[in-house]
């Protein structure tokens, strides 16, 4: 089992190293591979050293499984070249969600419309993985009719150059900004670009990718994205409008036997989900669950997830896994 991590040097190729690693992924050659200016680097992997590759050196070995994780400009140039040669890729990127040929996966949700024809398959946004994980239960027992969401997004979802930008501010520095304004002791409601509809391509994705995951288009998603300065973890507060009725502890059981789902839900002890108690960990974390009273079969609840983990790195493992396990590479 051959495996590429491309952009195994980055920020979220680094995670993936390491939870193929916690997983015991079953791995015979491990083909790390970064962009020309890493060619040559090590990485570590198991307590053994690896020398990072070139694209056109990895695709010459004919990996299994690609994990990419190298932004969308490069998945959309390479992905397809590495499917050419019967690589499976999985990518990170927003390069391929929105196709319609192409798989977008959460494998506790939809892992199951996946086949050996699928060699470019797309890990969902952070955000969207997170949510859906809580939601997809609750809309196959009483079906969502809308969700309202707004985020509270780490800067390590903006990657490596955000994150020094809040060291930066931290330690008094100034540096290269990531963002547009200071992100220490502040709040952006900005996480990618405007769109012409007035909402960034961050709110977007959490409206498409939500209906293409749970496979209904009527399901009407509203989503305000915010990155404030947490190091780790996404949290968000979502607001779910049901056409069917439901009883809170109910919600409470079926979330509680929800695969990958932990709940944290016992205000009078102040258990409530926060991004340091989710950091490092592969669940996403439900709380604060309780009716809206102002309109009818209304639920809010508030969803937190390591976005670097479950929101990317952990998510696109569960897919290569799903695909060994059945003999799908």
């Not at 969502?144 to 931290?170: D, F, P």
């Amino acid at each position: 089992m051959k495996i590429a991590v491309v952009g195994a040097t980055g920020l979220v190729g680094e995670v993936m190293l390491k939870v193929l690693a916690e997983r015991n992924f079953p791995i015979t050659e491990l083909i790390p591979v970064a962009s020309e200016r890493s060619i040559g680097k090590e990485i570590i992997y198991k307590d053994k050293s690896f020398k990072v590759v070139g694209m056109n050196d990895a695709i010459s070995k004919k990996p299994h499984i690609a994990l990419f994780s190298a932004g969308g400009s490069t998945s959309k140039e390479w992905a397809p070249k590495f499917a050419e040669v019967g690589t499976t890729v999985i990518d990170n990127s927003s390069a391929w969600r929105m196709d319609l040929d192409k798989c977008l996966v959460v494998p506790e949700i939809n892992a199951s419309q996946l086949t050996e024809n699928d060699k470019i398959i797309a890990n969902p946004n952070c955000s969207t993985i997170q949510m859906v994980m809580a939601l997809a239960p609750l809309h196959k027992k009483y079906k969502i009719k809308r969700i309202v969401v707004s985020t509270y997004q780490s800067i390590s979802g903006t990657g490596v150059k955000a994150v020094k930008q809040l060291e930066n501010e931290l330690a008094g520095i100034k540096g290269e900004m990531a963002y547009p304004y200071p992100i220490h002791q502040n709040a952006l409601p900005h996480c990618d670009v405007f769109e012409e509809n007035g909402y960034t391509k961050e709110e977007m994705k959490l409206v498409r990718e939500t209906q293409k995951i749970l496979d209904d288009k009527t399901i009407a998603v509203t989503a305000t994205a915010v990155r404030i300065p947490t190091a780790g973890g996404h949290s968000e507060s979502v607001n779910i409008e049901f056409e069917n009725d439901f009883n809170i502890s109910e919600v409470r059981e079926i979330l509680n036997n929800t695969e990958g789902v932990t709940l944290q839900d016992n205000p009078d002890v102040n258990t409530y989900p926060m991004p340091i108690y989710a950091h490092g960990k592969d669940d996403v974390f439900v709380g604060r669950i309780r009716r809206d009273g102002s309109q009818p079969n209304s639920l809010n609840m508030w969803i937190v997830s390591d976005n670097l983990r479950k929101g990317a790195a952990t998510n696109a493992v569960q897919i290569a896994e799903y695909l060994v396990s059945k003999n799908l590479v």
